[in-house]
């Protein structure tokens, strides 16, 4: 037996089934490459899901960690404080979009800042509901399980759900959902299900992650931005996928020009320790009374040390262009075997935040869950681990750390035709499909 088979036997055996896990277990990683307990080496276009922007192991970020650790690894910022905390909020007030006063919470996972940042709004407004999108992903805490807009496998048998969340259409122009209709589903439910004067926020992702890459239309964002304004609700951007230089821009919702009132923000600013936000206005931020946010853990100082370190990264490896430049080489691959492979139906994306959704028929553009799960197999068969995304679970996420070498991506993009081409029965002779091991 293997000892990557002996090992999801004992993971069977130990950890309960509803931690899905892919069955690659690692045991070393190297920026863009990792390498398995049996000597398969896999070159990495999941980072972590999204965490990755700055690379498995950043030298500087390792560095920066190791050195925190040297001084105190934990004292909880509420009972000894550091000033490393207070200065990553500065960073990160100064880079978010918005010509007004900002502060920013620290936390530790992606659903615990979606968490805070429903309470901010609600301590704020004085209001109690929220409205959220069809296809979202928000976590797997109680409220982000009732802000995701979508069953499996987050939701279903986990009910009831907190009260007061309502969901409204997002729209996805390839499968007929146009701003406008999206808008007039928004106004449905303002006339038939909440007043709007009774919803606290909105919370909305600029890209959709689990949902499917979608990208919300700027108009929509614009629109989003107005009812805001017209009703006194608080915008929420979710950028815990989205942001962190993976779209070409720190925060994706600024490709739109809309300023959000609240971002939350996680996976790519830990560089890999875990570490969330709240960034937003300080007249909103500065509602709840003293002691009502915050946590144990939230802004720990190994966290808040690989923070400083990839907004470091960021800007002297000047990630943000590389993301655009990464993105657009996707693109231009992706049109081009969508080209050969009719079930591609869609490529899309923003920045280094690419995808592309698979069909049974480019015109009924029936879903093919079937056939990204092959594909999925065959890359990781070839050496390449992906992931898939979207409602019906036919889209292909690419999601290379920023700053993969120009070589090692090309060889994954190689081996993602090759794998595309085989699941889709097209054949893939040689380009890809050796399997390199290390
Ligand atoms: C947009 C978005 N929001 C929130 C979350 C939840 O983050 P976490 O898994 O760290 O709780 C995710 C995780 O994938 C996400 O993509």
Not at 129 to 149: D, E, K, P
Request: charged residues 20%.
């Amino acid at each position: 037996m293997s000892k990557s088979a002996d090992l999801r036997a004992r993971k069977t055996a130990a950890v309960p089934n509803g931690v899905g896990t892919k069955g690659i277990y690692v045991v070393r990683a190297e920026n863009s490459e990792l390498w398995d307990v049996d000597g398969r080496r896999y070159i990495d276009f999941a980072a972590g899901i999204g965490v990755l922007n700055t690379g498995h192991r950043h030298p500087r970020i390792m560095a920066a960690v190791a050195e925190q650790a040297e001084r105190f690894a934990h004292t909880c910022f509420h009972v000894g404080s550091y000033e490393s905390y207070v200065h990553l909020a500065e960073r990160l007030n100064a880079l978010a979009p918005g010509a007004f006063a900002k502060k920013t919470l620290f936390l530790s996972s992606g659903a615990e800042a979606l968490e805070n940042a429903v309470k901010i709004a609600r301590y704020h407004t004085q209001r109690s509901a929220v409205i959220a999108f069809s296809g979202g992903f928000h976590g797997r805490t109680l409220m982000t399980m009732a802000l995701t807009g979508k069953v499996m496998p987050y939701k279903r048998g986990f009910g009831p759900f907190p009260a007061e969340v309502y969901h409204a259409e997002f729209p996805l122009p390839y499968r007929g959902v146009t701003t406008a209709q999206a808008l007039a589903d928004l106004d449905r439910l303002f006339h038939g299900d909440v007043d709007p004067q009774a919803v606290a926020a909105i919370v909305i992702e600029p890209v959709q992650g689990e949902g499917g890459f979608n990208v919300a239309p700027f108009d929509f964002l614009r629109a989003l931005r107005g009812i805001c304004d017209e009703h006194g609700i608080v915008l929420i951007a979710d950028e815990v996928q989205s942001g962190i230089a993976r779209t070409g821009k720190m925060f994706a919702i600024e490709h739109s020009g809309v300023v959000p009132d609240l971002i939350t923000v996680a996976k790519g600013i830990g560089g890999g320790l875990p570490l969330s936000g709240v960034i937003g206005k300080a007249t909103i931020m500065d509602s709840a009374h003293t002691g009502g946010l915050g946590g144990t853990y939230g802004g720990n100082p190994l966290s808040i040390a690989a923070g400083h370190a990839v907004l470091d990264v960021i800007e002297a490896e000047g990630l943000c262009a590389r993301a655009a430049r990464i993105g657009a080489h996707m693109r231009t691959h992706l049109e081009a075997l969508a080209k050969e492979v009719s079930a591609i139906g869609e490529v899309r994306g923003l920045g280094a935040m690419m995808a592309f959704e698979l069909v049974k028929d480019p015109k009924t553009r029936e879903p093919d869950a079937a056939l990204t799960a092959a594909i999925l197999a065959s890359a990781e068969q070839r050496g390449l681990v992906l992931l898939s995304c979207g409602t019906a679970a036919n889209v292909v996420r690419l999601l290379a750390p920023l700053t993969i070498p120009d070589a090692v991506l090309e060889e994954g993009l190689g081996i993602l035709s090759a794998a595309v081409k085989d699941a889709a029965g097209l054949g893939a002779a040689g380009n890809g499909s050796a399997r390199a091991v290390a």
